[in-house]
């Protein structure tokens, strides 16, 4: 990727913990319950480790990224991600919005458009020019992302 006017990268630490967690439950159970005579098949804990563990690949961290041509947001190793062109986007549209516990935390679709966030906290909401697609995204450098989408826009204006 050439031409990075903004790069953020927020690691989805609540995630992290909380599987990594189960995961060391399951394993530890796996071993307990192997030394019983009622011990459930190894076959269960494995795949149930292999899910929360590929889960936590795809969405260990978020990361933002304007370049000149486009604005992308990608969650963990690249699998689940959204790009737009940055000069589809209508800056004059953006709004800041408090992101609620309700909305949940992750890749969602909320009344307000698609969610990607790593935490709760502000988002900025960003409309495309013809508003058949909106996004938003949480953050603390808004203005950050905000002045990368204008400076995108102008050089591919020129």
Known sequence: MKNILYKETQYFR???LILL???VILAATNVYLSNAQAAASPAIYITTTL???GIII????L????TKDEAILSFGIGLVKRKIAT???DLASTKILKTTLLWGIGYRFTPHGTLFNTRLGKAIHIKTK???SEFFVVTDNIEAIKTAIKKAQSISNT
């Open 14 to 16: 609540s995630l992290i």
């Open 58 to 61: 795809l969405f260990y961290k």
């Open 87 to 89: 000069n589809r986007l």
């Open 130 to 132: 013809n508003k058949n």
């Open 63 to 66: 990361d933002i990224i304007i």
């Open 51 to 53: 899910l929360f563990t």
């Open 21 to 23: 967690l189960v995961v």
